[in-house]
């Protein structure tokens, strides 16, 4: 009898680690895809296929799953709320941290709270949990990204940038979205299906990209981004998993939400640490290093969600 039920528990643990498997491996092999592609020595312009993307891709996508969602608006309304919560108190957190451990604030600060969630979360979150984890999961991206533009460039260059915000078409994209979500409005079906053509763009792109970024990166000071990337998973799944817990949040809105607050150091916290003179070096160990180490967390974090 105890042999046929390890044989049991031996099977679920076999069936869960190839759901894993399945769920992190397209978003990892076209990251890898990038990595190579640069090694090999072919060109990749990072800055134009960033700029298509967070300009066309990004926000087209992020407009037509919210356009399409099927999620009741109460459900989104809490997401919302708890992701707003998850932030600020990652945010409070990773500042006490820096100030504890007697780092720069403006090097370290913003890489330890805002994670890569467009690039890495939201495909994650789509293989994750279908079109419906895509839905929730832009709403946690476009929240980010606007805590991001303002309290996070704050951070590295001391100045606020409201009107950076009211540039970002993937601000409007979100705001429009929501509206027709809310007013259960549809775009005629041909502009539909053109939006849902750029938008299926983005996060192919979005992955490679995040591949060709990190192969160019030269990582500072291991140690330290070691132990400060375990640091960032265990606090931001922590604080993530409570803030979900206290909304109570249903099982896919959950799992997004501690997927996207525990992705690794973005690479935009390395482009804004050269842009404003900080200690880029130390910025890009940072995303080498938890980039790296999330090919083991996430999967393991998928795990417990699953």
Not at 63 to 81: E, G, K, N
Not at 120 to 125: I, R, S
Not at 138 to 155: D, E, K
């Amino acid at each position: 009898m105890s042999n046929h039920t390890g044989s049991i528990k031996g099977n679920k643990l076999l069936t869960l680690a190839f759901t894993v498997l399945e769920i992190v491996a397209p978003v990892f092999l076209l990251a890898g895809l990038g990595f190579a592609w640069v090694r090999l020595g072919f060109e990749y312009r990072i800055t134009f296929v960033t700029q298509l993307a967070m300009t066309l891709a990004i926000p087209c996508l992020i407009f037509v799953s919210l356009m399409h969602t099927q999620i009741d608006p109460a459900a989104l309304t809490a997401l919302s709320l708890a992701s707003i919560v998850a932030y600020l108190v990652v945010s409070v957190a990773m500042i006490v941290l820096v100030l504890a451990l007697r780092l720069n604030r403006g090097t370290y600060t913003a890489p330890l709270i805002f994670g890569n969630t467009g690039n890495l979360g939201l495909p994650l979150a789509l293989f994750a949990y279908g079109d419906t984890g895509l839905s929730y999961a832009v709403v946690v991206f476009a929240i980010m990204a606007i805590w991001s533009f303002t309290f996070g460039i704050w951070l590295v260059a001391g100045s606020g940038a409201l009107g950076k915000v009211l540039r970002e078409p993937l601000v409007w994209a979100t705001l429009l979205g929501a509206l027709f979500l809310w007013r259960g409005w549809e775009t005629p079906t041909f502009l539909t299906n053109t939006l849902e053509l750029i938008g299926q763009m983005a996060i192919p792109l979005m992955l490679i990209t995040l591949g060709v970024a990190v192969a160019r990166l030269s990582p500072g000071g291991i140690a330290r981004a070691v132990m400060l990337s375990a640091l960032k998973v265990v606090i931001c799944v922590a604080i993530a998993w409570g803030a979900a817990t206290w909304f109570e949040l249903d099982n896919i809105a959950f799992g997004v939400l501690v997927l996207q607050v525990a992705t690794p150091v973005a690479v935009s916290n390395y482009l804004l640490a050269e842009k404003y003179d900080t200690d880029a070096q130390a910025v890009a160990g940072l995303v080498v290093v938890s980039t790296v180490m999330s090919v083991g967390a996430l999967p393991l974090i998928l795990a417990f969600l699953i």
